[in-house]
């Protein structure tokens, strides 16, 4: 699914009944995201284009019946593209999701705000009820290098994500998130520490004017760019809307 238009499926919400949720997993429990948290991220890819560490941040409210939102501050490096000389995937950007859509900036690309799609939102935090549990005492790295003993996930679309298992000699706090593994792309982010606390409303203001963030993106990226930031959202949100 690397289309250069946006896909009808992301509108699709699929549901797995509750019986599904947390596959395989002991006593049917999987981790589950705090409401309100930041959190720095490394960034690393092999391919198209080779990143290591490149420092990112994730802002995170979910609110039942009040702000639903989350921000992915790509500090340094854009997410990955397919072709690996792009302008756009070697500056930084950053990712805005509201209850109105998704939306891109990255002004260095002359793009102060776009709608990527509209209607799809912040995921859940019971998200990895999505996914299916492996095994333990898998080791995986976090952000800061260290070798964290884990949980293994397996999630549809190739994607996978590590979190801290209850053998672990660095962390206490079980369900810890370590690494997520963005499908078959191998793209990875490495997880620093959760900083739980409130989030201002303000972190999630869009960038642009109104009628900036109503451009579509199709407008002013290449087909390229286009195809490959569909396909990123794509498959994270085919997924996470499982557990809607």
């Not at 593209?81 to 260095?108: D, M, R, W």
């Amino acid at each position: 699914h690397f289309p250069g238009y946006f896909p009808l499926v992301l509108l699709v919400l699929l549901v797995l009944p509750l019986t599904n949720a947390c596959i395989g997993a002991p006593n049917n429990k999987c981790p589950i995201w705090p409401r309100q948290f930041s959190a720095p991220f490394g960034l690393h890819s092999g391919f198209p284009s080779y990143i290591k560490n490149a420092s990112s941040m994730f802002y995170y409210k979910f609110l039942e019946n009040g702000t639903q939102a989350q921000l992915v501050d790509y500090k340094e490096h854009c997410f990955p593209f397919a072709n690996a000389h792009s302008v756009f995937s070697k500056e930084a950007c950053k990712l805005y999701f509201k209850p109105t859509g998704i939306y891109l900036s990255q002004p260095s690309h002359k793009i102060p705000c776009c709608t990527f799609v509209s209607g799809v939102g912040a995921v859940p935090p019971t998200f990895l009820q999505a996914y299916t549990y492996k095994s333990t005492n898998q080791t995986a790295p976090d952000l800061y290098g260290n070798q964290v003993s884990c949980d293994y996930w397996e999630g549809p679309e190739g994607f996978k994500y590590w979190t801290v298992d209850h053998n672990d000699k660095t962390y206490s706090n079980w369900g810890h998130d370590i690494v997520f593994q963005d499908g078959p792309t191998g793209v990875t982010w490495r997880w620093g520490d959760f900083t739980v606390t409130p989030q201002d409303d303000s972190l999630f203001d869009l960038p642009g004017t109104a009628t900036e963030c109503a451009t579509t993106c199709s407008k002013v990226l290449t087909q390229e760019e286009h195809a490959s930031l569909t396909t990123h959202v794509d498959r994270h949100y085919r997924l996470q809307q499982q557990q809607l």
